[in-house]
């Protein structure tokens, strides 16, 4: 029956309108921005021509001939859908091959494909943890992670950021029998690496399990593109869990979880969003063993990503640009507040440059930022272009820096 005075609905429709008048009011309100055409530096974005730095297609390989030509090929053997999940009758040869490629790039015994990072986290926190467990997750630890640790029904117990002391205490009082840590490789919105190496040995101490979240490592760092154990120089079993996406340096779609053997046969037994969704289509697979074959052939990739990050880093430390402590392809501006961030991003789109001001919730008050991401595809004078628009929307008064920024 309809409520009085109205249509059914119309209580739940006015109350989130007032919701979305407010999160307008306080400048924090999300647009999608349309795009023409593919991943690259220069975009048409919205109908306009800008030079973009908010990609997280770290080694430009989104569009590159090769990849293309395998999704192409993939294509036309397996059909566009695979039909059904990986458990009934979705698991083709193209998603077997990758996951065997991937486990042995990494150094281990197996990997399984997620039709997502997002899932790949929430899946294997909930398969691994349930009531009477402990989860200990680092403060700035990203989105899905967090919320496989809420999902879990584990207790969940945060540690300030990057601080292995407070972890330690924690993980000392903690009578679980099960305890995880979880934690980016690479944090997202900082671009600044865990502290790894004392992690482990920190869960080697109390008996807790690591799980690394390096969506934004693998690829990227380390000599052959191992991520950030690579860079560390750290063995596999370090890191009993590790999760890599593939629609950031790989340019495609899709997500994995490495480990031992009885890690990969347990999510496939009891990782929901591992059973129950349909396995990602196999074009993008073989696109993906593809992009593997890139990173590990070309490293001048990841040699260029360093160049960019140098150049970069030197002319805003003229500028006097509040960057984080970043040596990754991820250099965030910290400017304050939704409004100067705004300002700033609506001053670089003037001057045909296309940065995404990232606000709360995404990061905490006064931590709005310009979140700057390179790709292997830019060249030192787009870095030169950029650092000149931001020095004029500086100058022109339309954002300020936060003085003595990390």
């Known amino acids: 029956m309809a409520c009085a005075g109205g249509k059914p609905g119309d209580r739940w429709l006015a109350t989130l309108s007032q919701k979305l008048a ?7 309100y999300r647009r999608r921005a349309v795009l023409d055409g593919p991943q690259a530096p220069e975009l048409c974005i919205d109908g306009q021509k800008r030079l973009a730095f908010c990609s997280n297609d770290y080694l430009g390989l989104a569009n590159h001939p090769e990849v293309r030509k395998a999704l192409s090929e993939a294509t036309s053997e397996h ?13 083709t040869r193209a998603h077997h091959a990758l996951e065997e490629a991937l486990a042995e790039f990494l150094g281990r015994e197996r990997a399984l494909l997620f ?16 009531r009477g467990d402990a989860v200990f997750a680092d403060r700035n630890v990203h989105a899905s992670l967090l919320d496989g640790a809420l999902l879990s029904r584990a ?17 000392k009082k903690c009578k679980a029998a099960h305890k995880l840590v979880i934690t980016d490789g690479v944090f997202s919105m900082d671009g ?8 482990a040995q920190c869960c080697a101490r109390h008996h807790a399990w690591l799980m690394v979240d390096d969506a934004h490592g693998i690829g990227v760092l380390g000599a052959d593109g191992g991520g950030t154990l690579a860079h560390y120089g750290m063995p596999a079993t370090e890191v009993p869990v590790l999760v890599g996406t593939l629609g950031k340096a790989f340019g495609t779609f899709g997500a ?8 990969i046969e347990a999510l496939i037994q009891y990782a929901r969003p591992y059973i129950y969704t349909t396995a990602l289509p196999a074009g993008l697979a073989a696109a993906s ?19 960019l990050v140098a150049r970069f880093r030197h002319g805003a430390a003229a500028l006097n640009l509040p960057l984080t402590t970043s040596d990754t392809p991820i250099q965030p501006v910290v400017l304050g507040d939704a409004e100067t961030v705004l300002r700033a991003s609506d001053g670089l789109a003037e001057r045909g440059i296309h940065v995404t001001a990232i606000r709360p919730p995404t990061v905490p008050e006064g931590r709005a930022r310009l979140r700057v991401t390179f790709s292997a595809d830019h060249t030192l004078a787009h870095v030169d272009r950029l650092l000149q628009a931001l020095s004029e929307v500086l100058d022109s008064g339309m954002a300020s820096p936060l003085a003595g920024d990390a």
Not at 115 to 130: D, K, R
Not at 155 to 165: E, F
Not at 192 to 199: I, N, Q, S, V
Not at 256 to 263: D, I, N, R
């Open 115 to 130: 039709s997502t990072g997002y899932m790949a986290n929430v899946g294997t926190i909930s398969a691994l943890l349930g």
């Open 155 to 171: 207790r969940l117990h945060r540690y300030a950021h990057g601080q292995v002391a407070q972890l330690e205490s924690r993980l």
């Open 192 to 199: 600044d690496l865990a502290p790894l190496p004392a992690l």
């Open 289 to 307: 063993l593809a992009s593997l074959e890139i990173i590990r052939a070309e490293p001048w990739r990841r040699r260029r990503l360093r160049d």
């Open 22 to 28: 407010a999160r307008r009011e306080a400048r924090l």
């Open 79 to 91: 059909g566009v859908g695979s039909g059904a999940s990986h458990l009934v009758v979705g698991h």
């Open 256 to 263: 994995f979880v490495a480990g031992e053997s009885p890690l």
